[in-house]
């Protein structure tokens, strides 16, 4: 019998533009990742990463923090196997972190544990990594758990960095690697699981 598909869960935020959730999507509609996006779960209505998602024909809910939030997250998460954050900024609500024990995955635009932390976020992981004078960066695909950017790497991917990047410049770049890296790390993950 053939093995049913995992359930993905995908996080935006309020601010993301769901660029990482939009290429989750297609790498799980293309195959490339063995698992289908059951809901995409928006921090607040009317972000353009949660009309991305209504675009893309995803069930889509918004789950706004305040009162109960880690049990709305989990009723909205029901069914899923795993949960990605792409661009959601929030430390995770324990009950969550419970319901999806080393399940629960995130994408961060550095070469973690270097500018990793509260704050950075955006353009400030990128002026902090041209300020530091690095000549590499890129991305982390990491598991969560309940500090910021801390939990264990599971994947990197690299790209230099040229003396004449700039913030905007770095982060295309660095886009571009979050954007394979994520669908990577979630097959691996899944792949070991199953075996
Ligand atoms: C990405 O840079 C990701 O690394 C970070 O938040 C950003 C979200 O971008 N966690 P997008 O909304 O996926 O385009």
Redesign the pocket.
Known sequence: MEKSLERVGIM??S?????????LVKACRSGQVPAEVSVVIASGAGS??EKAAIDLGVPTTVVTPGDRYGERLVEALEGCDWLC?????RILPGEVLQKFPDRVL????SLLPKFGGKGM??HH?HEAVLAAGETESG?TVHFVNERYDEGAVLLQKRCPVEPDDSAETL?AK??KL?HQAFAEALSKVIHERSC
């Open positions: 935006v935020g601010k993301g533009r769901g660029s990482n959730m939009t290429a353009d990463a954050l792409a661009g959601f900024l995130n994408i961060h635009p976020y955006g992981v991305c982060a660095v886009l979050e």
